[in-house]
């Protein structure tokens, strides 16, 4: 049995701490039997901006002619969607902002048309991962971008119960992660028992 793991890489800071976060979750996983791992840096992937001119909601598909094009299906396709990102400003980063806001033809084809976003069959068997890192150490640093990152998932079918988190802060300069005391052992455990659950999923 295949796993499908798509996983964003949403920092413009290649190799820091939170994309040196998804490397650690997609190692763990990649040791599993059937597992298929694609991992997409954003600031490679073509990905526009929203333009907010609604035009998905009657077409069923976006007016702009980028990287979502590529990644459009594979979305669909992925088992688990993983969104890896840091905290800039209180929020989520722009690069990871854009491609959230650009699930907007998934909101128009679920909200709107009326229309299924994934089979009827494979509802109920997606998960998703939230992995992010910040340089404050502030227990409310993550609170503006969960909101976010919920409806990126509840757009795709992902449920609320089926989205995992693992978020750490005090992680500022690059590299500063590698010295925390959890966080690779933390990243490792989940991918395993992500890909654990996902088997039992897809078994039934």
Same mark, same amino acid.
């Given at each position: 049995m295949e796993i499908k793991v798509l996983a964003f *890489? !949403? *920092?413009?800071?290649? /190799?820091?701490?939170s994309e040196t976060l998804l490397d650690w979750v997609l190692s763990a996983m990649g040791k @599993?039997? /059937?597992?298929?791992? @694609?991992? &997409?840096?954003?600031? @490679?992937?073509?990905v526009n901006p929203c333009r907010g001119c609604n035009?998905? @909601?009657?077409?069923?598909?976006?007016? =702009?002619?980028?990287g979502m094009d590529v990644l459009h299906d594979k979305i669909i396709?992925? %088992?688990?969607?993983?969104?890896?990102?840091p905290i800039f400003c209180m929020g989520i980063c722009a690069q990871a902002k854009a491609l959230i %806001?650009?699930? =907007?033809?998934?909101?128009?084809? $679920?909200?709107?048309? $009326?229309?299924?976003?994934?089979?009827? +069959?494979?509802? /109920?068997?997606?998960? !998703? &991962?939230?992995? *992010?890192?910040? /340089?404050?150490?502030? %227990?409310?640093?993550?609170?503006?971008a969960v909101p976010s990152v919920k409806c990126f998932f509840h757009v795709i079918d992902v449920r609320d119960k089926d &989205?995992?988190?693992?978020?750490?802060?005090?992680?500022? +300069?690059?590299g500063a992660i590698l010295a925390h005391p959890t966080a690779r052992e933390d990243a490792e455990?989940? !991918?395993?028992?992500?890909i654990a659950e996902l088997r039992k999923r897809l078994e039934q």
């Open positions: *890489s !949403g *920092s413009p800071r290649r /190799g820091g701490n @599993e039997e /059937g597992v298929v791992i @694609e991992k &997409i840096p954003l600031t @490679e992937a073509n035009a998905c @909601e009657t077409l069923n598909r976006c007016v =702009q002619r980028d396709d992925a %088992d688990c969607i993983i969104l890896a990102a %806001d650009r699930f =907007q033809v998934f909101r128009s084809r $679920k909200f709107v048309l $009326k229309l299924p976003v994934v089979p009827p +069959e494979r509802k /109920g068997k997606r998960l !998703g &991962i939230f992995l *992010s890192t910040a /340089g404050q150490n502030w %227990d409310h640093v993550f609170q503006g &989205i995992h988190y693992l978020m750490v802060n005090g992680v500022d +300069e690059k455990r989940l !991918g395993r028992e992500v």
